[in-house]
């Protein structure tokens, strides 16, 4: 029994080291599969259709030189696109270790008030009707829930995360954060303190 647990912690630890390539190689499987499904559920073409039209496929030097070229055409375009991935991530990593730790708090304060906003939003100008009224509230609820447990960050750690960078612990997702300052959720954050975030988490 514990050697197939260390087998499985073995695993998951490859998984933690690796997991982009783990994530490619899924995507890759997903079109892959996607293909097969889209011919078999419009055409018919089951896995006996793809291996005749392999078999019945004529090898010739051209068609050879042709299979050869598709290949690497398609191995440059997946390097393109994972090195061009690869540089984004490691700019905003980079980005997000540079900046100071007063900086990176102020920032997930400042993120998690405009998530909140765009949720209360949404529950107001939307004009629900009375039928899905308590699906919105349950929604907005959700969202204050999200709110309050992620707002603890900033003054409650574990013994994990004082291991961490705290750009790790306090993390943004940069495109919804993107999204929402161009909704314009943060012009009046400028004065917004940590205190007032944990007046609203802590006091009722």
């Not at 995360?161 to 495109?175: I, R, S």
Request: one cysteine or more.
């Amino acid at each position: 029994m514990a050697r197939i647990l260390d087998s499985w912690l073995w695993v998951l630890r490859k998984i933690r080291l690796h997991y982009d390539v783990i994530g490619q190689f899924a995507v890759l499987c997903l079109l892959v599969l996607g293909v097969l499904d889209y011919g078999y559920f419009f055409h018919g073409w089951d896995l006996l259709w793809w291996r005749q039209m392999v078999l019945q496929e004529e090898i010739t030097p051209l068609s050879v030189l042709l299979h050869i070229g598709g290949v690497k055409v398609a191995i440059i375009l997946v390097l393109t696109m994972w090195s061009y991935t690869r540089q984004a991530a490691e700019k905003r990593l980079q980005r997000n270790e540079d900046m100071p730790i007063t900086q990176v708090r102020k920032r997930y304060c400042r993120f998690l008030i405009m998530r909140l906003l765009a949720s209360l939003d949404k529950l107001i100008h939307h004009h629900p009707r009375m039928e899905n009224f308590l699906d919105r509230h349950k929604d907005f609820s959700d969202a204050v829930e999200l709110f309050r447990w992620e707002a603890r960050k900033l003054f409650e750690r574990t013994d994990l995360q004082l291991c961490l960078p705290l750009h790790e612990v306090l993390p943004v997702e940069d495109q919804q954060e993107k999204d929402l300052l161009h909704q314009g959720y943060g012009e009046k954050l400028h004065r917004l303190r940590e205190l007032d975030i944990h007046m609203m988490v802590y006091e009722n």
